[in-house]
């Protein structure tokens, strides 16, 4: 199993740009995450979804959006990017149970300039 | 909703020392507790959670956490850490009853001193 994919790993983005971060697992598991990280911020929850076609906001959901089309992948979209998305984004999945495990992907580094 | 407060944003500690990372949380409902580590450069991996029974939890690479429900904290301890515990560790709760959220506190930075 490869377990959580993201890519790209690293992007530079001008003002007003858009993307697509992709993220992908091979775990079969209907809860996946989005996080970004910043230094000394921890990690803040962006977006959420329990199962295919069913998303929900995190703590910091603005300038972003999700959808999840299959339960292996769940994309997050920058549509007018913005200095203060300059992060690292991680993806993460876990199973069905509340109390199991989040996996990790190994992240994607956004500078927005 | 859930909350998780980490005390501490850098501990150094000295080689085979004990350490202690403290941890609390604030929720109305019952909760699942989680310790995870973030080695340099790289993602997220779980050291050890806390979901019911013994209140003392032990985890990967000698790692333990205590669950103290009357003052609402999950301590995370290693009675002699080693170099490669150089990581910053974060401490997570979820409230399965209210929602699927999983929420993280800011992180401690652990650093080995020789």
């Known amino acids: 199993n490869a377990g959580v994919t993201q890519t790209p790993k690293f992007r530079i983005l001008k003002i007003g740009q858009s993307m697509t971060l992709q993220c992908t697992q091979d775990?079969?598991?209907?809860?996946m995450y989005w996080y970004r990280q910043d230094p000394g911020m921890g990690l803040k929850l962006i977006y959420y979804s329990v199962g295919a076609g069913i998303t929900d906001k995190g703590e910091v959901p603005n300038g972003y959006n999700v959808s999840r089309s299959t339960t292996e992948d769940f994309p997050l979209r920058l549509e007018l990017a913005a200095p203060s998305q300059t992060s690292v984004y991680f993806c993460?999945?876990?199973?069905?149970?509340?109390?199991?495990?989040?996996?990790f992907g190994p992240g994607t580094r956004l500078t927005v300039l | 909703a859930q909350s998780v407060t980490q005390l501490d944003s850098q501990v150094p500690v000295f080689e085979e020392a004990p350490v202690e990372l403290r941890c609390n949380y604030s929720s109305s409902v019952s909760v699942y507790l989680f310790w995870y580590v973030q080695y340099p450069n790289q993602g997220l991996q779980l050291l050890l959670k806390y979901l019911s029974g013994s209140t003392l939890v032990k985890g990967i690479n000698g790692f333990e956490a205590e669950f103290n429900k009357s003052q609402t904290s999950f301590h995370l301890r290693k009675p002699s850490v080693h170099i490669s515990d150089t990581a910053e560790y974060f401490c997570a709760v979820s409230a399965p009853q209210r929602d699927d959220k999983i929420i993280f506190g800011k992180g401690t930075r652990l650093h080995i001193l020789p």
């Open positions: 993460a999945s876990r199973g069905f149970s509340g109390g199991d495990t989040q996996y």
């Open positions: 775990m079969n598991h209907n809860y």
